[in-house]
């Protein structure tokens, strides 16, 4: 394949455990960009908590963020694409998360919004997005009917309340609703939710991408680690995986890394592969 578009995930695969990224793989990016071939950033954080690393890399033009739900340019931060939770569906999320009692957290334009009982957590939403906003009633809050909508929800709780939200989530709103549920990193008692709108995955995002740098999804080379990019590896011609991904990922990818979040590298491997003598 003549691939034109390189694909790059953030946390485990860009951005190594300590959150920094190897000077390898920024030496890599600026190889390809120089060769006249495009990078991109496709990840679950928001755009807030996207930019810093994008600038780092030297990465300009569109990203997708919030998997796939928002692609933003990052020359001018103008928003080219969104999908969100809105009207009857915003509202249908908001009583049953009420019903459940979960902690709540909403992805409001570039900040996340939560209240007192979302504290305990916060640590772990900074992940998304560094720019936090606490208010005094999460479930009152007007963004909840606003006509630009949510980009994604996030419910924590234990795992009774979160599987439970989840499970009539996913029965009132199938059609509507992308609905993941997952231990919360380092709080091993504590589970979360995300629910973002139906319709937009990191493999919407490839071809949205692929179309505007003038290729085909085909021409994609992907490279990420975790269950959020499978679609993006189902969607792009090559794609690679880190070696800490799980089994089920790797096996979905054409292609198996050595390098890890721990030591980085990824992104200079497979930029090896995929354009000898780049």
């Excluded at 190897?22 to 060769?35: C, K, N, P, S």
């Excluded at 009207?87 to 999320?93: C, D, Q």
């Excluded at 091993?188 to 003038?214: N, Q």
């Excluded at 975790?226 to 880190?242: H, K």
Aim: proline share 3%; charged share 25%.
């Amino acid at each position: 394949m003549a691939a034109k578009l390189l694909a790059i995930d953030l946390d485990g695969t860009l951005l190594r455990r300590d959150r920094t990224i190897l000077a390898d793989d920024l030496a890599a990016i600026r190889r390809v960009r120089e060769a006249g071939i495009a990078v991109t950033i496709v990840t679950g954080r928001m755009y807030s908590g996207s930019i810093a690393a994008a600038r780092t890399a030297g990465i300009g033009g569109p990203i997708a963020c919030v998997d796939g739900s928002q692609i933003v340019d990052t020359r001018d931060d103008r928003r080219l694409y969104e999908r969100a939770l809105t009207g009857e569906v915003a509202s249908t999320l908001r009583r049953t998360l009420t019903s459940h009692g979960t902690a709540s957290f909403l992805f409001d334009g570039d900040a996340i919004v939560h209240d007192a009982a979302g504290g305990p957590f916060t640590r772990y939403l900074k992940t998304w997005s560094p720019l936090l906003e606490e208010v005094e009633r999460v479930y009152a809050h007007p963004a909840w009917e606003d006509n630009d909508g949510l980009l994604a929800v996030v419910a924590v709780g234990e795992r009774e309340a979160i599987d439970a939200a989840a499970e009539e989530t996913r029965a009132a709103l199938p059609d509507d609703t992308c609905v993941s549920s997952f231990a919360l990193s380092g709080r091993s008692e504590a589970f979360a939710m995300l629910v973002r709108a139906a319709g937009a995955t990191k493999g919407t995002a490839i071809g949205w991408l692929a179309h505007y740098h003038g290729c085909e999804a085909a021409d994609v080379v992907a490279v990420g680690d975790w269950v959020n990019d499978l679609t993006m590896f189902q969607a792009a011609g090559r794609s690679f995986a880190m070696a800490h991904a799980p089994e089920s990922i790797q096996a979905a990818a054409t292609d198996r890394l050595v390098a890890s979040e721990a030591t980085g590298g990824g992104i200079a491997e497979a930029v090896r592969a995929a354009w000898p003598g780049v």
